[in-house]
């Protein structure tokens, strides 16, 4: 990693907040059996 990449990651995790979540993901879930992105209907 570059050192002023590193330095910025640095700089913008020092004062961030961690936030710990529980429980299963929608989107894996969705991922994982199969049905992943839907395409928009063309308009019109």
């Given at each position: 990693m570059p050192k002023?990449?590193?330095?910025?990651?640095?700089?913008l995790l020092h004062h961030a907040h961690i936030?710990?979540?529980e429980g299963s993901s929608l989107r894996l879930t969705q991922a994982t059996?199969?049905?992943g992105?839907?395409?928009l209907a063309p308009a019109g």
């Amino acid at each position: 990693m570059p050192k002023t990449l590193a330095t910025a990651a640095d700089r913008l995790l020092h004062h961030a907040h961690i936030v710990l979540t529980e429980g299963s993901s929608l989107r894996l879930t969705q991922a994982t059996s199969g049905q992943g992105v839907v395409p928009l209907a063309p308009a019109g």
